[in-house]
T-cell receptor, first 114, second 113 residues
Framework: AQKVTQAQTEISVVEKEDVTLDCVYE???????LFWYKQPPSGELVFLIR??????QNEISGRYSWNFQKSTSSFNFTITASQVVDSAVYFC???????????FGGGTRVLVKP | DAGVTQSPTHLIKTRGQHVTLRCSPI?????VSWYQQVLGQGPQFIFQ???????GRGNFPDRFSARQFPNYSSELNVNALLLGDSALYLC????????????FGSGTQLSVL
């Protein structure tokens, strides 16, 4: 069975601080995909990144960066120089090679104060 | 282009009633998936449909059913509503291939009283 754990339920930071969200996953598959989604108060899940299990390169996109470490089954997400607009719930998710079933973690609520 | 649209946005029902939720995927997307998100938790997979056929089902009772129409829109039906069915129901669409990212709608907030 697949499982995703986001140990941090809520993180509160002051604007311009960096914030790192932890994600640990469990799977027996050798091929899988990892995702991060952002859920603002409107409810819509906004896609941030997809990473396949064979690509362990870290990635940076603007103020966002991701650290994938297969050896520790972790896929952590960092927001650099946080802004108030970053306030949302962030979900890490895991998917098998085929199909559209995403297994989500419990989410981490990020509150950025001005 | 319009994103994934869901209707209604909010719904209030009483225990034992039936509910139908609707989803229109992004134009050109042939796969629709449904997720249930209970307050304070991550979304849970309910169904996936592709080309009008069920391609996956999560761990939900038979009270939950769905279908996909020739225009790729979809309905999620829940019978004999329980208080525990209160949740945000999210629809996601994708082109349909195995290496696709999902685009989510804003959901239908269902309250069962």
């Amino acid at each position: 069975a697949q499982k995703v754990t986001q140990a941090q339920t809520e993180i509160s930071v002051v604007e311009k601080e960096d914030v790192t969200l932890d994600c640990v996953y469990e799977t027996r598959d050798t091929t899988y995909y990892l995702f991060w989604y952002k859920q603002p108060p409107s409810g819509e899940l906004v896609f941030l990144i997809r990473r396949n299990s064979f690509d362990e390169q870290n990635e940076i996109s603007g103020r966002y960066s991701w650290n994938f470490q297969k050896s520790t089954s972790s896929f952590n997400f960092t927001i650099t120089a946080s802004q108030v607009v970053d306030s949302a719930v962030y979900f890490c998710a895991l998917r098998k090679a085929a199909g559209n079933k995403l297994t989500f973690g419990g989410g981490t609520r990020v509150l950025v104060k001005p | 282009d319009a994103g994934v649209t869901q209707s209604p946005t909010h719904l209030i029902k009483t225990r034992g009633q039936h509910v139908t939720l609707r989803c229109s995927p992004i134009s050109g997307h042939k796969s629709v998936s449904w997720y249930q998100q209970v307050l304070g938790q991550g979304p849970q997979f309910i169904f996936q449909y592709y080309e009008k056929e069920e391609r996956g089902r999560g761990n939900f009772p038979d009270r939950f059913s769905a279908r996909q129409f020739p225009n790729y829109s979809s309905e999620l039906n829940v019978n004999a509503l329980l208080l525990g069915d209160s949740a945000l129901y999210l629809c996601a669409s994708s082109l349909g291939g195995s290496n696709e990212k999902l685009f989510f709608g804003s959901g239908t907030q269902l309250s069962v009283l």
